[in-house]
């Protein structure tokens, strides 16, 4: 087969051409000439891409020299929006064109042939929908954030060292892993019916490695944040923006996979099943990675923008009396607290306060609004005993309504915060425990009176009621 082609070797620039089939394929080598002259113009072995054709989806070309006026020939882009079948589909026809004007056979397996001939017709019926259009639009976000981080790194940071050999691979990942993705992705959409389920497994698996390599790429470039090496908080923005437009391309490449999969009941389910969980996991790792990126900047020069990160992600929650949880660090002039939920809470510390990052930590809210690790001293203005009738002792009440402070581990006695002032409410029955309220829970504490057990009702802090709490 070689012979077909080494004839016409000298029609080239670089006086070499390779055969056109299965083995030359398989060998990695699956074009038919390499034209380093247009290497300018993003040409690979003599095949270029066109990022206007098929309405901006882009599609390969091919290129070859004219041997009478030596001038550059261009072979119009194929057809098809996956780039693989793209780039066949080129190599297709720059082999006919050759064979027919010089005479050689192009292509020397018949299969490659009816390949085109299934192509061609396929095509004509092509149609982008809208779950496609979603996945471009998504890609190209993603690609566009990347190029504004490594624009804004580049500007921001010249010559820290950051950009090391490993990190440099980090965008280049990110893109070819997006590019393959939304090539594998659109060729599954477009031509399931016609692949083997061969064709169809290798997809799902190269779908699944290509996500994995966007999720590695996307723990790298977050890792750059560890140990501060990144302080301007443009980088740290701008980051942000990849990971969450990380989230979404691999939650719409997910999509679609699954749209194929209910266009095709049946065909491939567990390949296809198989995809779309791998692009589901660095949809996962991407928003983890964002997380992971506002814990390690709170305590640092980032904090301020870390902490409005984990608004903007809906992660922030109200404090209330007393916080626990690990202790994430200081920023803006708020001790930042990561509770057992995976969510944060920013309280009011004193200027002074100190803790250990990643350390478990509890605080309480004192008289001033400041959280401090003590519980909060206050003067008990009185003294209650809870019994189920008034009658038994003196100061004896049925139930008292207020919010509640504290509770004494014991479960003797609690203390009760109603009309600005705090109640120590203790029990009559000392075979009774008073139940474990949580600090700041507003409701009311009584005494079945048939039953003499002790309970607590929580109640909706309303304005009404708000002056007439105590005594019942």
Do not use: C
Not at 49 to 78: K, N
Not at 92 to 104: F, H, K, P, V
Not at 105 to 114: F, K, N, S, T, Y
Not at 299 to 311: Q, R, S, T, Y
């Amino acid at each position: 087969m070689m012979g077909h082609f080494q004839d016409i070797a000298k029609h080239f620039k670089n006086d070499m051409a390779v055969f056109l089939d299965r083995e030359a394929l398989a060998a990695g080598n699956p074009s038919p000439f390499n034209d380093a002259e247009g290497a300018h113009q993003d040409h690979y072995q003599g095949l270029y891409w066109d990022s206007d054709a098929l309405h901006g989806y882009g599609a390969w070309g091919a290129t070859y020299t004219d041997p009478e006026s030596g001038g550059r020939q261009w072979i119009d882009t194929s057809g098809s929006p996956d780039r693989n079948l793209s780039m066949i589909e080129s190599q297709l026809r720059l082999a006919g064109i050759l064979g027919e004007q010089y005479g050689y056979e192009g292509v020397a397996d018949p299969a490659w042939l009816r390949l085109e001939q299934e192509l061609s017709q396929k095509l004509e019926s092509v149609t982008i929908d809208q779950q496609t259009d979603s996945l471009r639009q998504s890609h190209k976000n993603m690609d566009a954030a990347l190029a504004q981080w490594i624009q804004t790194k580049n500007t921001v940071e010249p010559g820290r060292g950051d950009w090391g050999h490993d990190a440099k691979s980090i965008p280049v990942d990110i893109d070819a892993s997006g590019d393959r993705i939304s090539g594998w992705v659109n060729g599954l959409q477009q031509h399931l019916s016609a692949l083997t389920p061969e064709d169809i497994h290798h997809a799902a698996q190269s779908i699944q490695g290509d996500a994995t390599t966007l999720s590695r790429a996307l723990v790298r470039g977050t890792d750059l944040i560890e140990g501060g090496r990144v302080t301007n908080p443009a980088v740290f923005q701008d980051w942000n923006q990849v990971l969450e437009h990380g989230v979404v391309f691999a939650h719409e490449g997910a999509r679609s996979i699954e749209a194929i999969q209910r266009a095709h009941p049946g065909v491939a389910d567990y390949d296809l099943g198989y995809a779309a969980g791998g692009l589901d996991t660095a949809a996962q790792v991407a928003r983890e990675q964002r997380v992971r990126g506002i814990r390690m900047s709170i305590d640092g020069p980032l904090g301020e923008w870390a902490l409005n990160d984990a608004h903007t992600l809906g992660l922030m929650d109200a404090a209330g009396p007393k916080e626990q949880g690990r202790w994430v660090g200081k920023a803006a002039g708020y001790g930042v607290i990561e509770k057992d939920n995976g969510n944060f809470v920013a309280v009011p510390v004193p200027p002074d306060f100190m803790a250990e990052v990643g350390k478990p930590i509890t605080l309480h809210e004192n008289e001033m609004g400041a959280y401090t690790r003590r519980t909060p001293k206050y003067d008990i203005a009185q003294t209650r005993i809870l019994a189920p009738s008034k009658d038994v002792v003196p100061d004896s009440v049925t139930q008292w309504t207020g919010n509640v402070l504290h509770v004494a581990k014991d479960g003797r006695d609690m203390h009760i915060k109603a009309t600005a002032k705090v109640t120590r409410v203790i029990l009559n029955d000392t075979n009774q425990k008073l139940p474990d309220v949580a600090p700041g829970t507003y409701g009311k504490i009584s005494v079945d009176r048939k039953t003499g057990v002790v309970g607590f009702q929580p109640i909706e802090i309303k304005k009404a009621q708000e002056k007439s709490v105590g005594i019942a």
